[in-house]
């Protein structure tokens, strides 16, 4: 007899798993369906034995210092600051837009001054704002938001920026200065040997017992268990009762080229061409030395694995009442980007799995023995 089943071996559910069974002293099934733990943080080596992000290029940063230690545990970390270009009217110019990004495109000589007044007078009135089309005009204007924000969104999610919701572009900011970091949180680190050798030494623990190419449905009626942390989609746990959640997906194109670098920096991205948002050179972000270089190329689709919830207000609506029906079922924690529909970072799922770690002492007496 199990004390948790727990659904997912990515952030929420591995740091739970470590904390129930290090904590409580409890027994913990942590399942997943791919081959592999550590969620959509995933990375391993490529044929050629480069450190590569299976699904997409995942950068550590986070203001938590709670967080930041807690994962300290399981890594040591390698310091890194995050630089993207965009690759906008035929230059690679810094985003989020910044002093340089201005000077450049447009051959000026600005002061951070000077940008701030360029930029009122280009910004337009909104009232309320309400959507990612909004926070962008209001900001900058309506140029810069088409040269990189409307394609690139369009691109990403299917949809036009009025049609998300603010919070979406208000994840990349503005500056009138020249940093050209893409975060501007206080630690910034990659796990130096990896995320899965990271998830590797969080779940290593006599009370925890792993199955990989394991589905909720091939176990849930057949391992005894008293509970169950769930953290895949919200909408497949009810059989899509109320309708299906819509996320976006995407395809990953890796590739390996003979050569040592590709581009200056980890990210480019492709706000007015191509197919793909963005192009990553994992060298970069992990600092392996190597005569070949590895890259992911993005491919945005509605069909796929679900990656991203889309943050729009009738999205919200749907959640609410696959929400309000997980409140109500007993023995079942809902934790994590998919089963919570949140656009979260990877810290704030670690915050949101601590968070629930602690709810779960506050209800629940520790059975370990019983
Ligand atoms: P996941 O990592 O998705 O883990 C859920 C797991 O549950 C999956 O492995 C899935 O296979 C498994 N599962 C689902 N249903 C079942 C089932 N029925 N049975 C068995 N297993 C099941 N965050 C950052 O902080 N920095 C970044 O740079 C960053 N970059 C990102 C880039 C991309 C392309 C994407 C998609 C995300 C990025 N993120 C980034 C976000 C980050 O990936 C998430 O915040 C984090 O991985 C969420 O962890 P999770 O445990 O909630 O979900
Ligand atoms: N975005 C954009 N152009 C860019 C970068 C970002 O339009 O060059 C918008 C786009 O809608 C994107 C969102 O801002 O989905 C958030 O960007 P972020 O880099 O945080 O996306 P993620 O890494 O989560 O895919």
Known sequence: MYDWLIVGAGFAGSVLAERLANERNERVLLIDRRPHIAGNAYDCYDDEGLLIHQYGPHIFHTNSKQIFDHLSRFTEWRFYEHRVLAEVDGMQVPIPINLDTVNKLYGLNLTSEQLQDWFAE?????????????VVISTVGRELYEKFFRGYTRKQWGLDPSELDKSVTSRVPTRTNRDDRYFGDEFQFMPKHGYTRMFEKMVRHPNIHVMTQTDYEDVRHVVPHRRVIYTGPIDEYFDFRFGKLPYRSLR??????????HQSVAVVNYPQTNDY???????????????????????????????????KPENQELFKKYERL??????????GRL?????????????QALATFRRINESLPAQADT
Not at 326 to 335: G, I, K, Q, R, Y
């Open 122 to 134: 280009r910004a337009e009135k909104v009232s309320e704002i309400k959507t990612s089309e909004d």
């Open 252 to 261: 990953f194109e890796h590739v390996t080229l003979d050569k040592t670098w």
């Open 277 to 311: 948002t963005r192009v990553t050179e994992y060298k970069h972000l992990t600092g392996q030395e190597h005569q070949k270089t590895a890259l992911t190329y993005e491919y945005p689709s509605a069909e796929g694995d679900p990656y991203y919830p889309i943050p």
């Open 326 to 335: 997980a409140l109500t079922t007993p023995d079942v924690w809902f934790v």
């Open 339 to 351: 089963a919570t529909y949140r656009y979260y970072n990877m810290d704030q799922i670690v915050g």
